[in-house]
C-alpha cells in the first residue's frame, strides 16, 4: 500500500447520509490514533486466524498423523490495576475452564456410571454462574459494555454504575464503595478488581470502510487476501424479511434501514 493512500485512511473518512452525496472528513489526532490502532487489532486477528486455518488444513492431509495435541496453560491474570486487556483475558479463561470441567469431570463421572465403575460422588467444580454474568446476551458484563459504547453519551463510569446496579446480589460480583469506578468480578481462581475507566475506549473497533477498501487494494496477495477473507460489512443493512411462503415483498419501493452495523472488539 503507497503511504499517500494509508495516510488518507487513517488521517480522514468518508461520511456518507442517505440520498445525499459522500463528503471527506478529517480526523482529529485521538480519531486517527484510534484507527491506528482499529487497523493493528483487525491486522493480527486476520493473520491469526490464517494461522489456525493453515495449521488444520496441514495436520488433516497428513495421512499418517492420528493426534495433533496442542498443550495451552491458561492463566487468569490480576495486576495493581486491571482494565478491559486482564477482563477480556480472565473471560477467555473462565471459557477454557469451563470447557476443562465439562470434558474432565463430568464426563468422567459419566463414563464411570455407563461402566459400573464405583466412585464417591463428589461436587465437580462449576464456573457456568461466572461465564454467564460475563457473557449474558441481555445482562452480562460484556455485552452491556458493547451497549454503552453505542449510547448516545456513553461512558465508562455510566457501564460501571449500570453493572453494579444489574449485579448487586450476583455472589460473584462486588463493589467497593471507596472507590466508585471500581468493581469486582470473583473468578473461578479468584476474585479480581477493575478499574473501569478507558473501558469503554478500548471496546470500541474504529476500523473505517476507507481503511479496509486501501489493505483490500494491497499489492500484497497475502495482505489482500486477508482483508477480502476478514471483510465487514458498513453502514446500514436493509430489511430483508419475506412474506408467508418465502417470497419477497411485491412493489417495495426501498428497503427499510433496521440498524446501522456495529462493532466492537467484545462482540468479538
Known sequence: VGSGELERALCSRTMQAPGERSIRMTNNIKKAAE????LAMHLYHAIFGHIVERIN???GCEEAATFCGVLDIFGFEFFEVNSFEQL???YTNELLQQHFNTFIFQNEAALYESEGIPWVAADF???????VLLHDRLIGILPMLEEECFNVGGSSEAWNRKIAKQHEKHANFGT???QPGVFI???FAGPVTYTCEGFMEKNRDQLSADLQACLQRSASAFVRDRFLEQGRAFGTS??????AGGFARAA???PRVLRAQRHSVSAQ
Not at 35 to 38: M, S, V
Not at 125 to 131: A, F, H, K, M, Q
Not at 238 to 243: A, I
Request: glycine share 0%; charged share 25%; with cysteine.
Open 238 to 243: 436493509p430489511d430483508k424479511r419475506q412474506s
Open 125 to 131: 467444580p462449576d464456573n457456568s454462574e461466572i461465564v
Open 88 to 90: 477480556c483475558i480472565n
Open 252 to 254: 417495495a419501493p426501498a
Open 176 to 178: 467497593v464503595l471507596t
Open 35 to 38: 484507527t491506528r490502532d482499529a
Open 185 to 187: 468480578v470473583r473468578h
Open 57 to 59: 488444513f496441514s495436520a
